[in-house]
């Protein structure tokens, strides 16, 4: 089963083209082929088009290997393996699959460079999430400060411009006592406390100005770092793009050895190989889709099903796959009998 990443620039891409393996790591070796010396056998094969022998339930299935660069115990793996059983059994309602811890068909979880770098992708996409957390923050910051700063000058101006009116009728009023041959001595004390409150208040709008101007510089001056930061960020989304470009990449693979007499089937070995996973998401569908190998289905052509050559990995992985009516279909059409 393929993966293929989603862009790295919805915050991240994906990992490089890793070539397709059908052993594990270098000195890691083959396990013994069953059906060795025992008439006519054709080895361990890849079947992307599913099963030479279809509808064989139940499948029995066992968890045989799992590389503890996995993180994964088998207990874990076990469990996965019965939930992806599961999907299917729940979609047909009949079992399909049971679990052998002996003789059942290996399971086997085959560490190499792909898992690897598909931890690495996602170290590079969590730090750059934790930069993207820490920008939004700051964002929030610059618009409340930007607010402030638009209040503030709101106030500034109505200020202004009011006591502007104030001046002015206050020197209309003492042009027409100064036209009228002088103001009374009550009308001057007045005239003189008007002048005192005015020359107050323009004091004040001075005071207020000079906050203004420095409340505008620290905004501009936190706006540029914001978005030199801003820049370094996305030089390091785009040097993420070009270490993890979108390519496909072999998540898992189902193999089967068929042993025949005579032009005859007489018996059939499975295995099922799980080389990378991003989460237990999307290890369930990986497994779900290699369980529908072994029962004898090829791929669908139509997106976003469990039988789908290949799926779009998504950062947001948290959506649990289900089987789609097209795969149901596709086992309708294979195992009518199921």
């Known amino acids: ?29 083959l396990p013994e082929d069953p059906l060795a010396g025992s008439g006519h056998v054709r080895g361990l094969q ?27 115990s088998t207990a874990q793996a076990t469990h996965a393996l019965q939930q992806a059983a599961a999907l299917w059994e729940e979609a ?13 068909s290996p399971i086997r979880f085959v560490y190499d460079e792909r898992q690897a770098r598909t931890r690495e992708r996602r170290r590079v996409e969590e730090e750059s999430d934790k930069v993207s957390e820490r920008l939004e923050a700051w964002r929030a910051e ?14 500034y101006a109505h200020r202004v411009r009011d ?13 027409g006592w100064n036209e009228g041959g ?10 003189h406390a008007a002048e005192r409150a005015l ?35 996305q030089r390091q989304r785009d040097a993420a793009e070009e270490a993890f470009p979108t390519t496909r990449v072999e998540s898992g693979g189902y193999r089967e050895a068929v042993r025949t007499q005579n032009g005859r089937i007489v018996s059939v070995s499975r295995e099922i ?18 369980l529908g190998h072994a029962l004898g289905l090829g791929h669908t052509a139509v997106p976003g099903t469990v039988m789908s050559e290949e799926f779009r990995h998504a950062r947001s992985s948290g959506v649990v796959p289900r089987i789609q009516p097209a795969d149901t279909e596709l086992l309708r059409s294979r195992c009518p009998n199921l």
């Open 92 to 104: 047909v309602g009949r079992p399909l699959f049971a679990h052998d811890s002996i003789a059942g």
């Open 199 to 233: 020359e107050a208040e323009r004091l004040e709008l001075t005071e207020q100005q000079r906050e203004l101007e420095a409340l505008q510089r620290e905004f501009l001056d936190e706006r540029e770092r914001f978005g030199r930061k801003m820049e370094e960020h």
């Open 142 to 155: 610059l618009d409340a400060l930007s607010e402030r700063l638009s209040r503030v000058q709101t106030d």
């Open 1 to 29: 089963m393929r993966i293929r990443f989603a862009g790295f620039a919805a915050i991240l891409s994906v990992i490089g083209f890793l070539a397709w393996l059908l052993v594990g790591q270098p000195g890691r070796s």
């Open 163 to 175: 006591l502007q009116q104030r001046v002015t009728s206050h020197n209309a009023i003492v042009r």
């Open 273 to 290: 190989r799980i080389y990378r996973f991003d989460g237990p998401n999307e290890l369930l569908r990986i497994l779900a889709h290699e």
């Open 46 to 72: 890849e079947r992307p088009d599913g099963s030479t022998v279809a509808c064989a339930v139940p499948l029995t299935w066992r968890i045989a290997r799992v590389d503890e660069e996995f993180g994964l």
């Open 182 to 191: 002088g103001a009374p001595a009550e009308a001057r004390a007045e005239l």
